[in-house]
């Protein structure tokens, strides 16, 4: 029952700006959008979330439609150590149903 | 301290063994997690406790046996596996239970033969 949809794959050329996509249509108002990324052999990292406003930190922007249905998150300046495979996650804020559940995820390539 | 350390890194046990995964974290976080990761798939999560009580139990076969002896230690026993039990078991830990930001140790590679 993932509540996320994303490319199984994407490249990006170094230097370049990587933008993943997200679809989560199925989304409601009390759910927030997150994003993990996984290096080869390391455990998943926590980059960003955000409820409805686009959000920014030091390791990416997280872009959410007005309609809350797709959200893209953008690595402004992309290097080989983003390659990765990044993962959405739909998650209810704070209640005892609120779990990262982990879906198939966007394997992003970073080409020199 | 910002890490998640988990040992053994890789494990070998056949499937009449008993052995145990262990988890440490120093962050003061009082929520801690076990994920089971197949090869190329996304971690699935198995159980997650809160302030040392176990909170959720994702329908996992008992031969898996969490403990949670103290708020920096998570423990993963294991009994009778079977070979599909094969995986990477990854360990978390947050603030508390629904914070947003979960730290991942590097897992520990397992093989049941």
């Known amino acids: 029952d993932a509540k996320t949809t994303q490319p199984p794959s994407m490249d990006c050329a170094e230097g370049r700006a990587a933008n993943l996509p997200c679809n989560h249509s199925?989304?409601?108002?009390?759910?927030?959008v997150y994003w993990y990324r996984q290096i080869h052999s390391q455990g998943p990292q926590y980059i960003i979330h955000g409820l409805k406003n686009n959000e920014t930190n030091e390791m990416a922007s997280l872009i959410i439609t007005e309609d809350r249905k797709s959200s893209t998150l953008i690595l402004p300046h992309a290097t080989l150590r983003d390659t990765a495979v990044y993962y959405c996650i739909v998650r209810t804020g704070y209640s005892s149903a609120s779990k990262i559940i982990f879906g198939s995820g966007t394997r992003l390539s970073i080409r020199p | 301290d910002t890490e998640v350390t988990q040992t053994p890194k890789h494990l070998v046990m056949g499937m009449t063994n008993k052995k145990s995964l262990k988890c440490e974290q120093h962050?003061?976080?009082?929520?801690m997690y076990w994920y089971k990761q197949k090869a190329k798939k996304p971690p699935e999560l198995m159980f997650v406790?809160?302030?040392?009580?176990?909170?959720i139990n994702e329908s996992v076969p008992s031969r898996f046996s969490p403990e949670c002896p103290n708020s920096s230690l998570l423990n993963l026993h294991l009994h009778a596996l079977q070979p599909e039990d094969s995986a990477l078991y990854l360990c978390?830990?947050?603030?508390?239970?629904?914070?947003?930001?979960?730290?991942f140790g590097s897992g520990t590679q397992l093989s049941v033969l």
């Open positions: 199925t989304i409601s108002g009390n759910e927030y």
């Open positions: 978390a830990s947050s603030q508390a239970e629904f914070n947003e930001k979960l730290f």
């Open positions: 962050m003061g976080h009082r929520a």
């Open positions: 406790y809160s302030y040392e009580k176990l909170s």
